[in-house]
């Protein structure tokens, strides 16, 4: 029993489904007309009506015309009914693994009424939603029963398949963060209106038209994929003109019959566990919080450095252990942690947490399929070590190569024991602006410095020297993403080795250098505008560009993890080419790149020379401990020296935390 006949949301579901086959229907209906004018022409010639030689021609100019509406239109139809649909990739929770689990959503299902999800999956979202997984590419149907009294049909062939298309349930998919952080309770009650779902789907029109309109989308992704020849591509925009043409006619219908299905299903859901529901719904945005925290502020400086936290799931609880403790809004949150985990359903909580975790760095970052030398898993121990210190010392290296590139020398020292060594001195008296500039001793020991306000200084790119002025315009910024992009800069010969100088000059008319192709509408992660309004000296805004310049040359040799690994066992339903399907590279202007990197030589210099030490904040990522406290103040201090060039805040925490600047620090 589907149950949908006495809901308003169901019946308005039907409705709409029985529009989307009558397109289908029009549709066929409009191919075969030439077949039907065939045969009344042939109709005609045979009894006597319709003779002479006009006759004739038209019965052969309409036969053929037939045949061919009648091959396209076999055609079209046998792609639509064979083209893979889009899966959402997710972790297979099989029944052997988790049957608490199972227990929970059939006896779930029992209480409303309706069919029992044929399988359930993990995915690292926070949602939870049905998934038609009946179609062949998609494997076979899951061997454990879930509706009627006998199980599934033991029938081979097509009568077998048949069955399967029909009277299987679809796939719940459940978020991860949810196992991890709701109660089992909390998770019952959010599941029900999902559960709940599978009674209107069960029914055989919307099953139907849910088919046919998966499979015009999926004809128009055939049709759309690059890389064939002249004449295929010719069959394949026709094939792509009649799906969207298609589309069109049932865009509104499907999207009703969906809203009517919704709407049964919270309907029929209101029964069980509603007053738990709403408590439970604060739960979901504080685990989306969470989860969206925890992916940008920790997981993203770990996929960058080559490492995958094998434990995401858990994280989402510590953070927001941590949050619940800082926020007094989210007091009493922390209290339901006595109560029974969703986790416990699953016999391997730790494994299943491993695979979403590794699944959530393909998704939303494009790492590879399978761990690797350089792909390893890192658990939160490890993490200061493995990450934070790492991701310091290859942003202090990276800012001493621009640096170099910029031709600035070395902040000299008699006293230090590697005068020539990378030092955070030399970063300070770079940025520092000649009204804040106090000489010492050392400074008048320290050889000539290059000229940075007068004369511009050279930088030999080719055998036409390129300058480097300083105006009463900040330097234009370069992009920092996922796959940034070099701007246009003017060469006349081919780049030395090493690290390719910065050359602020803004776009010119020489050729562009070689790198993927912009991307015309995608945002950039900061523009010339957003640049405009961050307060920063020219020799900061100088830096920053440099430092954007080195991270595109970076991201640009790096390949993507995505295409150097083999498929994982979910990668089959699924492209390779579109990973990352989410990416995560926050906006950062180029005040935020250059205080990111000066950050990180500043935690460099306190932890070689002041015993610090590298540390995991679960809400705010990396962070430093000085004397067991966390750094909290640096910022401000950090920004001072960038916009204002001045030092001395800086400086003065320096000094308090007994962090010697002058001293090398080790950088990778």
């Not at 048949?162 to 349930?169: E, G, K, P, W, Y």
């Not at 029974?340 to 393909?362: H, I, Q």
Request: aromatic share 4%; with cysteine; hydrophobic share 40%.
């Amino acid at each position: 029993m589907t149950g949908i006949g006495g809901e308003a949301g169901a019946r308005a579901a039907r409705s709409r489904a029985l529009a989307v086959l009558r397109v289908r229907g029009r549709a066929l209906g409009v191919a075969v007309l030439p077949a039907a004018a065939e045969v009344i022409l042939l109709a005609g010639g045979a009894t006597g009506h319709f003779t002479g030689p006009g006759w004739d021609t038209a019965r052969w100019v309409v036969g053929v015309s037939a045949l061919l509406v009648l091959l396209v239109t076999t055609g079209i139809a046998l792609v639509v009914a064979r083209a893979r649909p889009a899966v959402t990739p997710t972790v297979t929770v099989p029944e052997r693994s988790a049957p608490d689990l199972y227990r929970l959503v059939r006896d779930l299902a029992d209480r409303l009424d309706v069919p029992a999800p044929s399988a359930i999956a993990v995915t690292p979202d926070c949602d939870s939603w049905l998934e038609d997984r009946t179609h062949r590419a998609h494997g076979p149907p899951p061997a454990q029963a879930q509706d009627g009294p006998g199980g599934p049909s033991g029938d081979r062939g097509s009568r077998g398949d048949t069955r399967r298309r029909t009277d299987t349930a679809p796939v719940l998919v459940i978020g991860s963060p949810f196992l991890w952080w709701m109660r089992v309770g909390e998770l019952r009650a959010v599941l029900a209106p999902v559960v709940a779902g599978t009674g209107p789907s069960a029914h055989p029109d919307i099953a139907a038209a849910r088919r046919f309109v998966r499979g015009l989308d999926a004809a128009v992704a055939v049709a759309a994929t690059p890389g064939r020849c002249p004449l295929t591509r010719g069959v394949c925009a026709a094939l792509g003109w009649v799906a969207r043409l298609l589309l069109r006619g049932v865009r509104e219908h499907a999207v009703l019959m969906e809203r009517g299905v919704a709407a049964a299903a919270a309907e029929r859901a209101q029964s069980v566990d509603y007053g738990l529901r709403i408590v439970a719904q604060e739960q979901v945005g504080l685990a989306y919080a969470g989860w969206d925290r925890l992916l940008t502020k920790v997981a993203l400086p770990a996929w960058r450095m080559g490492r995958w936290p094998s434990r995401l799931d858990a994280g989402v609880v510590a953070a927001l252990t941590e949050l619940s403790r800082r926020d007094r809004l989210a007091e009493g949150f922390a209290s339901r942690l006595g109560e029974r985990p969703a986790c416990d359903l699953l016999e391997e909580p730790g494994a299943v947490d491993e695979a979403a975790s590794l699944l959530a760095a393909r998704l939303f970052h494009g790492g590879p399929a399978e761990p690797g030398p350089e792909w390893a898993p890192v658990d939160w121990q490890s993490y200061p070590e493995e990450v934070v210190d790492r991701t310091w010392r290859a942003g202090a290296a990276r800012l001493h190569r621009v640096l170099d590139t910029l031709g600035v020398r070395p902040a000299a020292d008699p006293s230090a024991p590697d005068p020539g060594g990378p030092t955070l001195a030399r970063v300070l008296d770079h940025l520092t602006e000649p009204a804040h500039r106090v000489e010492g001793p050392a400074d008048r020991e320290r050889p000539a410095r290059l000229p940075v306000s007068d004369e511009p200084a050279s930088l030999p790119v080719s055998d036409e020297p390129a300058s480097l002025p300083v105006s009463d315009e900040p330097a234009p910024l370069l992009p920092d993403g996922p796959a940034p992009l070099l701007p246009d800069v003017p060469s006349d010969g081919p780049a030395p080795d090493g690290p390719a100088p910065f050359l602020p000059d803004g776009p010119s008319d020489g050729p562009a250098p070689a790198g993927p192709a912009p991307d015309e509408s995608a945002p950039l992660p900061f523009s010339d505008e957003e640049d405009d309004a961050d307060p920063a000296t020219e020799r900061s805004s100088a830096l920053a560009a440099g430092l954007s310049a080195e991270l595109a040359r970076e991201e640009v040799s790096t390949p993507k993890g995505a295409t150097a690994a083999g498929q994982g066992h979910d990668s089959a339903l699924w492209e390779d080419g579109s990973l990352p399907l989410f990416p995560l590279q926050p906006p950062r202007t180029g005040r935020d790149l250059l205080a990111e990197h000066v950050t990180a030589m500043v935690c460099c210099a306190a932890v070689d020379t002041a015993g610090a030490q590298p540390a995991l904040d679960w809400l705010d990522g990396p962070s430093l401990l000085l004397g067991g406290e966390r750094a909290a103040d640096l910022g401000p201090k950090v920004l001072s020296l960038i916009e204002e060039g001045d030092p001395g805040p800086l400086r003065d925490w320096l000094a308090a935390s007994g962090i010697r600047p002058e001293k090398p620090v080790r950088l990778i």
